[in-house]
């Protein structure tokens, strides 16, 4: 039984690892991270940065489905914390890293976590 559950674990870990190989945006610096991953955590306890999670579309979406209350909440809740970051780290965010992130997150929002040897796939068939 012991054998069965480790290597159970290691089949979560392992499909989890597959999951949005083609995120390649630049994380914003530390302060604006912290905001974004205290506003996504305050609104669900699955929220994630982490590309290789599963939940990390979903967690996307709330920064980048505008008009949603979701994103209502979650851009107001960031937006107080980022208050405390440096204009430079704002500017950062402001014109480089959301876009960024939501460009990306067009592209791949219909996308799922297939099993660990498949990765990513995409409706649209986009590799980028």
Not at 46 to 74: H, M, Q, R, V, W
Not at 97 to 125: L, V
Request: charge should be negative; hydrophobic fraction near 30%.
């Amino acid at each position: 039984i012991t054998s069965a559950v480790v290597f159970l674990g290691f089949a979560a870990i392992a499909s989890a690892a597959g999951c949005n190989p083609s995120f390649n945006v630049t994380a914003g610096p530390d302060c604006i991270e912290k905001c974004r991953e205290s506003a996504g955590k305050g609104m669900s306890a699955d929220y994630t940065l982490d590309p290789n999670s599963p939940n990390f579309i979903t967690s996307l979406s709330y920064e980048c489905e505008k008009g949603t209350p979701a994103y209502t909440t979650y851009m107001t809740q960031s937006g107080i914390c980022m208050m405390n970051c440096s204009a430079d780290d704002q500017a950062d965010f402001g014109s480089r890293e959301h876009a960024d992130i939501c460009t990306w997150y067009s592209a791949h929002k219909s996308d799922t976590c297939a099993d660990g040897s498949s990765g990513s796939t995409s409706s649209s068939g986009s590799a980028s």
